[in-house]
């Protein structure tokens, strides 16, 4: 089998766009021989067919390239439709819009601390100094936990996360079990003293019947487990990335800070051209043929939203930051189809709160030094160094 890319090459934090930019040209339907071969999606048409076939292609296979998972299934995340609803379902009211508006003071207060911090010693890492602890706070909030379960989720949180993007598969699988302990604990904790369901995920989950039966314990505790990070990650890189987007281009800066209500449809488009995701996975049932190549049953395949949101046969100059473009609606930074970002609106809600912030807490900043990327399944910044210009 041939190698039409390598995703284990050293990276800069825009060279794997550049790749992508080759792979959607000349061979969208790729393949790589690393972690065992797999097959990668790099065109908007066929990532989103793929996203939305749920009976072709399957997540409870392996959901993420490189395989992460070591230590059971999470709901619902690692769980195909109809198996998967009773799990989304729960969730779902919680994270509507009107419900984590309710989080935006806690978010608020989290961001203007963290960047007081920053601002004293006249700079640092958006990611290790802000981003990376922000979204575990808002998390730790939205899931009634504990000042002292909110410290530890904030420590082992971190590590996981840093763990995970650096591609060290011990320190992974040892912060994976003690998110999995945390899950436990807050399960455990809900069954003694439970919380309203329309105020509490795991008081839903717990609640939820399946033609009468409650849901699997070791099930619940799974999506516990798999709430805990899956709203940490994508955060970190994200705002890493658009804080270096901003360094680069101090017009865009002055403009966003002149016109705050400008933010909203900004974060839109950073979504877009800085999707934070190029690992979730799929697994075909039968053999697929896509733009003449025949991917194998059984064979992973990477559906590369980061890709497929920069290709110029749906948006026009891809590369390029431009407001209010005018087919939005078709960026698929939180995914398509059964498995869509079901938190989408608290992860919208806490980019645009916290770069509201950023912007507000100096007259300007820039970049002080390189920044780092993540590596595979994540793509953008794992730091991201800025100084403020405080005159």
Known sequence: MTQDFDPLAAETFDSAHADYRRLREQCPVAHS???????????????????????????????????????????P????????TPYRRALA????????????????ASCRRLLAAMV?????????????????????????????????LTQVGRRYNIAVQSNDMDATKETSL??????????????????PVDEDATSALLATRVDGEPLPDEMI??????????GLIAPTVMIGSIAIHLSRHPDLQARLRADPQLVPAAIDEFLRLYTPYRGFARTAVCDVTIRGRTIPAGEPIALVYASANRDPDVFENPEEFVLDRPNMKDS????????????????????????????AAAPGFALDGEPKPTRFPEIGALAAPIRFELA
Request: hydrophobic letters at 50%; a negative charge; charged letters at 20%.
């Open 178 to 195: 003690l998110l999995y302990d945390m899950a436990r604990n807050v399960v455990a904790d809900r069954k003694a003293n439970p919380l």
């Open 332 to 359: 698929i930074a939180f995914g398509r189809g059964p498995h869509m970002c079901v938190g989408a609106a608290l992860g919208r809600l806490e980019l645009i709160v916290a770069i509201e912030e950023l912007l």
């Open 221 to 230: 505790v799974g999506t516990i487990r798999q709430v805990l990070v899956v």
């Open 120 to 152: 004293a010693k006249g700079g640092g890492d958006v990611c290790a100094d802000f981003s990376a602890h922000m979204p575990v706070e808002v998390f730790a909030h939205w899931m009634n936990l504990s000042p002292e379960a909110i410290e530890a």
């Open 77 to 84: 995340l690692h769980l195909d439709p109809p198996e998967h």
């Open 33 to 75: 021989e690393a972690w065992g071969g797999f097959w990668a999606l790099m065109k908007h048409d066929d990532v989103v067919a793929a996203a939305t076939d749920s009976q072709t292609f399957i997540t409870s296979k392996q959901n993420v390239v490189p395989k992460v998972a070591f230590t059971g299934r999470r709901p």
């Open 93 to 108: 009211p919680l994270l509507t819009e009107r419900k984590t508006a309710a989080l935006e003071p806690a978010i608020r």
